[in-house]
């Protein structure tokens, strides 16, 4: 590129406005270039860390969108994970705080998740036996529905290519790629 502008400026050096105008540019770029950080602390991992954050970006962007739709009900991604967490775990009988913190997400957030589940009729609140004050939520026949229905689809759609990639990967090496997935982004606090 610079050396494109450098012979564009030679050409034209009998219009003194285009010659500065390109001359401008290419000390910009210079000094743009002296600047440019390498950035080799990723080493041999870049490749996996990029693929990871751009995943993760597009998962973020339709994380809340209610774009996708079974049986006439809308519905997000952060919606079917809580259905899919009460399911996994229903014979934990946690309370809404103690599964929002298991989830990641604050309980205000998990409060309107659960709000909009059960507005569409795939959740039900209960009190919990031992204190009348705490709501245990529970997935109802029709989240039960949905959830089973989703889950093949996203298989099927998705996840079964994600698998047949991973199958390249031993089995005793999976648990050290979840570890470091599992790596939080920044230092615990205290």
């Known amino acids: 590129m610079i050396q494109f502008l450098l012979d564009k400026s030679k050409r034209n050096t009998k219009d003194p406005v285009e010659h500065r105008l390109f001359s401008g540019i290419i000390e910009q770029i210079r000094k743009k270039g002296a600047k440019k950080m390498k950035l080799e602390w990723m080493g041999e991992y870049r490749d996996i860390v990029e693929a990871l954050i751009h995943y993760c970006n597009r998962y973020a962007a339709a994380y809340k969108a209610e774009k996708m739709e079974l049986f006439g009900i809308n519905f997000s991604f952060a919606q079917i994970q809580v259905l899919e967490y009460l399911l996994e775990?229903?014979?934990?009988?946690?309370?809404?705080?103690?599964?929002?913190?298991?989830?990641?997400?604050?309980?205000?957030?998990?409060?309107?998740?659960?709000?909009?589940?059960?507005?569409?009729?795939?959740?039900?609140?209960?009190?919990?036996?031992?204190?009348?004050?705490?709501?245990?939520?529970?997935?109802?026949?029709?989240?039960?529905?949905?959830?089973?229905?989703?889950?093949?689809?996203i298989l099927e759609t998705h996840f079964?290519?994600?698998?047949?990639?991973?199958?390249?990967?031993?089995?005793?090496?999976?648990?050290?790629?979840?570890?470091?997935?599992?790596?939080?982004?920044?230092?615990q606090q205290k």
């Not at 698998?163 to 982004?185: H, W």
């Open 89 to 153: 775990n229903e014979d934990l009988c946690q309370n809404m705080s103690q599964i929002a913190e298991r989830l990641g997400i604050s309980r205000s957030n998990f409060t309107k998740i659960v709000s909009r589940l059960e507005a569409k009729g795939l959740v039900e609140k209960q009190p919990v036996e031992k204190n009348r004050r705490e709501l245990q939520v529970c997935v109802n026949d029709m989240g039960r529905k949905l959830y089973s229905e989703y889950s093949s689809k």
């Open 160 to 187: 079964s290519f994600m698998f047949d990639s991973l199958k390249e990967i031993p089995p005793e090496y999976r648990k050290a790629v979840s570890m470091a997935l599992k790596t939080p982004f920044l230092p």
